[in-house]
T-cell receptor, first 114, second 109 residues
Framework: NAGVTQTPKFQVLKTGQSMTLQCAQD?????MSWYRQDPGMGLRLIHY???????DQGEVPNGYNVSRSTTEDFPLRLLSAAPSQTSVYFC?????????????FGNGTRLTVT | TQLLEQSPQFLSIQEGENLTVYCNSS?????LQWYRQEPGEGPVLLVT?????EVKKLKRLTFQFGDARKDSSLHITAAQPGDTGLYLC?????????FGKGNQVVVIP
């Protein structure tokens, strides 16, 4: 199993450009989420999904859109990139249902907006 | 958002020494998770603690959940260079897991 796969690993954008960060998991996990990690700020939740067709906002959703058309994929869209969105983005998934289950993270996408 | 504060932010020790890092909150958590993150990679789960007062051991790592379920500690015995990394505690609802800012640990050979 590949686990959680994120593409691309690195991306440089100019202010105002749009792009989609890809995330795919092959563990049949119901729950998927996006975090951003910034120095001194830790990991902050952007959006999450508890299943196909269901998404919800996290702590810092502004400037980002998500959709969940399949169980496997959870892309993150930046419609008009801003320098404040320079960060490392992590996608994570876990099995659904009640009880505590671990988050499985991808290896991140490092995004720079100039 | 339930705030998790980790201390110290940065710790550098010699190989063979012991260390303890802390995760504190004013909120009560039903469970806390500890992750370790290495450069260029995503966090990886080390342990989940669910019961107040619980102690879990993972080789040389000992995790404790406070009796009131508001805090947790991680103790490393005889640290090795392979223990170097960013240690993150996490808690909150299953759908909105919040993370502390992390304890950066560097073990010098």
């Amino acid at each position: 199993n590949a686990g959680v796969t994120q593409t691309p690993k690195f991306q440089v954008l100019k202010t105002g450009q749009s792009m989609t960060l890809q995330c795919a998991q092959d563990m049949n996990h119901e729950y998927m989420s996006w975090y951003r990690q910034d120095p001194g700020m830790g990991l902050r939740l952007i959006h999450y999904s508890v299943g196909a067709g269901i998404t919800d906002q996290g702590e810092v959703p502004n400037g980002y859109n998500v959709s969940r058309s399949t169980t496997e994929d959870f892309p993150l869209r930046l419609l008009s990139a801003a320098p404040s969105q320079t960060s490392v983005y992590f996608c994570a998934s876990r099995r659904g249902g009640q009880g505590v289950s671990p988050l499985h993270f991808g290896n991140g996408t490092r995004l720079t907006v100039t | 958002t339930q705030l998790l504060e980790q201390s110290p932010q940065f710790l550098s020790i010699q190989e063979g020494e012991n260390l303890t890092v802390y995760c504190n909150s004013s909120s009560v958590f039903s469970s806390l998770q500890w992750y370790r993150q290495e450069p260029g990679e995503g966090p990886v789960l080390l342990v989940t603690v669910v019961t107040g007062g619980e102690v879990k051991k993972l080789k040389r790592l000992t995790f404790q959940f406070g009796d009131a379920r508001k805090d947790s500690s991680l103790h490393i015995t005889a640290a090795q260079p392979g223990d170097t990394g960013l240690y993150l505690c996490a808690g909150g609802s299953d759908n909105r897991l919040a993370f502390g800012k992390g304890n950066q640990v560097v073990v010098i050979p």
